[in-house]
């Protein structure tokens, strides 16, 4: 304390008994409060707190964090700013035992010290367990895990996404069991299986295999494995994090689980399509035994063989029994052989019958023909012929009459409406570049405009006041002589 009181440059009191009170320097609170806060955080600058999170309720508005660590005899407040909020691997929540590292600090507003915490993780194998088992029930609550959520995977995928390290033994190991049973092209999404980037990797590379579009340059999985060697709990807590759960539970991808050994088990496990003890163990559910394959298929095609020959002989069989029961050619035809020699040979007779009626009838029908009958017949039909011409020739002048009186009035009709009927009567038509002008504001002083009348045109100018007109060009009227009379006067 001394120390920090030096450094501020005010004066410490000392115990020496033989300097009077009243020689003691005054401070003021905020003094004494920020040299305590330099005390506190120079002396319990980092700082690993092991205790049980209370009265956690999430983050405040601003996205800090305050709560406060507790053990049996003593509690401290704790503060997570929301930078390092961000950051946490784990997330606090309300009576869980954490490791806390971080400073010490004051709040001179109250009195107080607090430590503002770094980085957290459960203290211990327990405190996993109990976080990894509420969050399994959370997930759960939310149907992750429900079975109706799973596809089947396929039975011969023809392209294996593989999401693991590329360094491990385990790449290796599904890629020699694939060789092993069923050669495929196979694509390794390269992520780190442990650590703090470990979720959002394998959560990444998921969601990227999703990504693929069918037909494109990168063939698209059709099916995709999580894969990790063994390891602690702590090891393989990446593939419990909440974004990996959920990214294996997005996947439109069959996705086979095969992180850590047979007693391993982690929540990607549950939310994935089918769950493998070991990564060798996924390569062999993830294609069939190429020879086993090939087996099958010949002795089905031995099967084949045999209950297409025994078909065969047995249609064979049931032809030859049905053949049994047919009449010979032979036999059927006789019938027909026979009826046919009889009409082939009554027909000689027939046709001589036939032509022997037909030439009796013609003869008695050119009897009963004559030329007067034939005259009379010509004049009757040259009479019909003159009588339609003359019928023809009427209806055609009625109709063109028709048609001409028609025109005349149309005709009439479109003089009496035109508007040189209008101009005969006095009036003129104001043309502006071709165009009528209809109203006296389409004007405007000193524009020039055409005058058409009955016999002719004249160009004019309008005048100064809106809508008068002057034709400059029109020759005035020449005054009447002094004496003159309004009269005509008289000829002779």
């Known amino acids: 304390m001394s120390n920090e009181a030096s450094a501020a440059g005010w004066p410490v009191a000392q115990s020496a008994p033989e300097r009077p009170a009243a020689n003691i320097v005054e401070v003021s609170v905020s003094e004494l409060a920020f040299a305590l806060k330099r005390t506190v955080e120079d002396a319990f600058s980092f700082v690993r707190v092991r205790g049980e999170i209370s009265g956690f309720r999430g983050q405040h ?65 327990g405190a996993l367990m109990a976080l990894l088992e509420e969050r399994r029930r959370k997930l759960a609550a939310e149907g992750l895990f429900d079975a109706a959520r799973k596809v089947k995977v396929p039975f011969l995928p023809g392209v294996i996404g593989v999401v693991t390290s590329p360094t491990g033994a385990v790449i290796r190991d599904i890629l020699h069991r694939l060789s092993d049973r069923f050669p495929r092209h196979v694509l390794v999404w390269p992520v780190r ?95 069939p035994v190429r020879q086993e394959l090939i087996g099958i298929v010949d002795g089905l095609s031995l099967r084949h063989a045999g209950a297409m020959r025994r078909h065969i002989d047995e249609r064979r069989q049931r032809v030859r029994s049905a053949a049994r029961g047919l009449a010979r050619p032979q036999d059927i035809l006789s019938l027909a052989r026979q009826r046919f020699d009889m009409a082939a040979g009554r027909l000689t007779s027939a046709l001589r019958a036939n032509t022997h009626h037909h030439r009796h009838a013609l003869t008695a029908c050119a009897g009963r023909l004559n030329g007067r009958v034939l005259l009379a017949h010509c004049v009757r039909e040259r009479q019909q012929l003159a009588s339609l011409d003359g019928r023809a020739q009427r209806a055609v002048r009625r109709r063109l009459t028709d048609l001409a009186s028609r025109l005349d009035t149309q005709g009439k009709l479109l003089s009496s409406l035109g508007f040189e009927s209008v101009l005969k009567r006095g009036y003129a038509l104001v043309l502006d570049a071709g165009h009528p002008l209809r109203k006296a504001e389409e004007t405007r002083p000193g524009q020039e405009v055409v005058l058409r009348f009955q016999d002719g045109e004249r160009a004019a100018r309008i005048g100064g006041e809106q809508g008068t007109a002057v034709s400059p060009m029109l020759p005035r009227r020449k005054a009447r002589e002094p004496g003159s009379s309004g009269s005509q006067g008289e000829l002779f």
């Open 193 to 287: 299986v442990q650590g703090e980037t470990c979720a959002a990797e394998v959560a990444a590379a998921i969601r990227g295999f999703n990504a693929i579009a069918p037909g494109g340059p990168v063939p698209r999985p059709h099916v995709i494995i999580v894969a990790r060697g063994g390891g602690s709990l702590e090891d393989l807590w990446g593939f419990n994090e909440e974004e990996v759960v959920r990214a294996a539970a997005e996947s439109e991808i069959p996705l086979i689980s095969a992180v850590g050994h047979e007693t391993d088990t982690t929540l990607i496990d549950h939310a994935a399509d089918l769950r493998c003890p070991t990564p060798t163990a996924a390569a062999e559910c993830a294609v």
């Open 61 to 125: 508005s601003s996205g800090h964090c305050y709560f406060a660590l507790k053990d049996e005899t003593a509690k401290i407040d704790a503060v997570i700013w929301r930078s390092s909020f961000a950051r946490l691997r784990f997330k606090p929540q309300e009576g869980l035992e954490v490791i806390a590292t971080g400073r010490l600090t004051t709040y001179p507003n109250s009195s107080k010290y607090q430590i503002v915490i770094e980085t957290l993780e459960p203290a211990g194998i």
